[in-house]
């Protein structure tokens, strides 16, 4: 997957420099940072073999991070080298960052604009605070997972039973398989409803509430959840009121 071997290519720069600071990336790089006075968010471009990329200088720290690793993102990526990327003057220019067509599962934003925002989310959040906030290794909610994937595997054995019978002409045997699956489900499904009632004492914050402690915008919590289950994390214990998934799986 494309987005990972970012991600790997990003981390082993981070560890060579020993800091996960944007402009320092961008240095060890050989991208040119400038401050911009427009009312663009930011650019990047190519010149001369020399990477260029514009902040707005108006930008409060956390969104300057945020925008600085997105085009760091585009440049990183080879999207500089694609023609409908850049469009015929040989740039990019990001006018906004935040707003709702952002969001992961639009269907309107780009493949370009995807993969940077996972690169900008990843590297300004420190995973370790959202494993913190979404109590990824408390024992009740890796409970939770398992119990919810024995409950896929054990639907799907039902379904396939169901497939293969013919209703109106059972067998005593296929009765007393069906029942039992049937039993079973009911048994995980209250197992389910009596876990998810210690979550819900647990202060395990949903997307909105770890927005507002990081001070950022739940989109941007999104993309770095998504960038965390793309690199393993299972995650779906977030919003666990309602026992969602949060996103849908999806090559980037």
């Not at 500089?80 to 269907?107: C, R, V």
Request: aromatic share 8%.
């Amino acid at each position: 997957m494309k987005i990972l071997n970012t991600f790997a290519k990003i981390d082993k720069i981070i560890k060579k420099i020993g800091t996960d600071n944007p402009e320092e990336v961008a240095a060890f790089l050989n991208y040119e940072i400038i401050d911009l006075t427009s009312s663009i968010v930011g650019y990047v471009t190519r010149i001369k073999n020399q990477t260029i990329i514009g902040i707005n200088r108006r930008l409060s720290p956390i969104k300057r991070l945020f925008d600085e690793w997105h085009e760091i993102g585009h440049a990183i990526s080879g999207h500089l080298k694609e023609a409908d990327f850049t469009g015929i003057g040989g740039y990019h220019l990001d006018h906004s960052l935040f707003d709702a067509s952002q969001q992961l599962n639009s269907k309107t934003i780009s493949r370009y604009e995807r993969e940077a925002n996972l690169i900008a989310a990843e590297y300004c959040i420190d995973s370790r605070k959202i494993l913190e906030m979404t109590g990824y290794n408390n024992s009740v909610i890796q409970q939770l997972q398992v119990l919810k994937e024995s409950q896929q595997q054990l639907r799907q054995e039902y379904e396939r039973l169901l497939f293969t019978i013919q209703p109106n002409n059972l067998s005593e045997t296929q009765k007393i398989r069906l029942n039992e699956y049937k039993n079973e489900l009911a048994r995980l499904d209250e197992k389910e409803q009596e876990l998810g009632s210690e979550i819900s004492e647990l202060g395990v914050m949903s997307i909105p509430e770890m927005a507002r402690h990081l001070h950022t915008s739940s989109i941007i919590v999104e993309y770095k959840l998504e960038a965390m289950r793309l690199r393993g994390y299972k995650l779906e214990g977030i919003e666990l009121a309602a026992y969602n998934k949060v996103f849908k799986q999806e090559a980037v």
